[in-house]
């Protein structure tokens, strides 16, 4: 499976957009990318997914470069609720395939 | 509040106690998951169920044994634990295993102490 690199921790004001981006440079065609986060004393909570092509939900926006090889989860206004570990995850297409978690980056939203 | 719900949120058992975690979901969803936490660290898969069949047990010891009796219910059956084994069990679901494009949705998870 491909490994994804993400910074340790972010900071984001109030307010402004965040952009958490990942780094997942040996993908295959046939893996999704994919992001959730984690609020303190909560489950996993899935954001938003992508294959090739930008996607957009109520929560977030995910851009995938063009090659790939690096994503970028941008939430529009963040606030302080969006503080947690957000996690990007790339994942197989094919039957059996695991959901893996790695280390995520923290993002704190300070006022 | 998530679709996916965990009972009991906290357990604290000793380690000759038997004990089991339940999971429940009603959005029809087909595949099911537990996961385990430790502080500080990501979830890591445990085991899979897919159509009511165990599909992935990730080289879980025995005193971790689980049940699915049916299609909306997952148990996780606890008995002989560690004090190691102190973490948070999250439940998943999703519409079924054969497909990445299949998000999972988790439970807030049950906070196990073993003591």
């Known amino acids: 499976d491909a490994k994804t690199t993400q910074p340790t921790s972010m900071d984001c004001a109030e307010g402004r957009a965040a952009n958490l981006p990942c780094n997942h440079s040996t993908i295959s065609g046939n893996e999704y990318v994919y992001w959730y986060r984690q609020i303190h004393s909560q489950g996993p909570q899935y954001i938003i997914h992508g294959l090739k092509n930008n996607e957009t939900n109520e929560m977030a926006s995910l851009i995938i470069t063009e090659d790939r090889k690096s994503s970028t989860l941008i939430l529009p206004h963040a606030t302080l609720r969006d503080t947690a570990v957000y996690y990007c995850?790339?994942?197989?297409?094919?039957?059996?395939?695991?959901?893996?978690f790695g280390a995520g980056t923290i993002l704190r939203v300070k006022s | 509040d998530t679709e996916v719900t965990q009972t009991p949120k906290h357990l604290v058992m000793g380690m000759t106690n038997k004990k089991s975690l339940k999971c429940e979901q009603h959005m029809g969803h087909r595949a099911m998951y537990w996961y385990k936490q430790k502080a500080k660290k990501p979830p890591e898969l445990m085991f899979v169920y897919s159509y009511e069949k165990l599909s992935i047990n990730e080289s879980v010891p025995s005193r971790f044994s689980p049940e699915c009796p049916n299609s909306s219910l997952l148990n996780l059956h606890l008995h002989a634990l560690q004090p190691e084994d102190s973490a948070l069990y999250l439940c998943?679901?999703?519409?079924?295993f054969g497909r990445g494009g299949s998000p999972l949705h988790f439970g807030n998870g049950t906070r196990l102490t073993v003591t």
């Open positions: 995850i790339v994942r197989p297409m094919e039957y059996g395939n695991k959901l893996v």
């Open positions: 998943a679901s999703s519409q079924d």
